[in-house]
């Protein structure tokens, strides 16, 4: 069982920066891919980034390619979205999410936190 906590959203202007945080705690989750989902009102959630806890290496989806970074500090158990250039598409509800497997897309074995709105104004 793993929990997710996230948190650090809010408004922001086109162009501007947010950083993501997300608690993770649990058991086993050593070996989990992490990731960010988001859902926009009357779409489906879809993709933003994922890491490996354990290697560390990051995947990210072509729509936040070079303005977004995932990191994770195993040292403090958290996880972190960097978000800059943000556009007005990127409004969304965002959530941390945590699966043993790689998964581009919402799985039933996804563990999700409660999410985190983040709005960007133009």
């Known amino acids: 069982q793993v929990q997710l906590v996230e948190s650090g959203g809010g408004l922001v202007q086109s162009g501007g920066s947010l950083r993501l945080s997300c608690a993770v705690s649990?058991?086993?989750?050593?070996?989990?891919?992490m990731g960010w989902f988001r859902q926009a009102p009357g779409k489906e959630r879809e993709f933003v980034a994922l890491i490996s806890w354990n290697s560390g290496y990051p995947h990210y989806a072509d729509s936040v390619k070079g303005r977004f970074a995932i990191s994770r500090d195993s040292a403090k158990n958290m996880m972190y979205l960097q978000m800059s250039s943000l556009k007005p598409e990127d409004t969304a509800v965002y959530y941390c999410?945590?699966?043993?497997?790689?998964?581009?897309?919402?799985?039933?074995?996804?563990?999700w936190g409660q999410g985190t709105q983040v709005t960007v104004s133009s």
């Open positions: 649990g058991r086993g989750f050593s070996n989990y891919i």
């Open positions: 999410a945590a699966d043993r497997e790689l998964h581009t897309t919402p799985s039933p074995s996804h563990y």
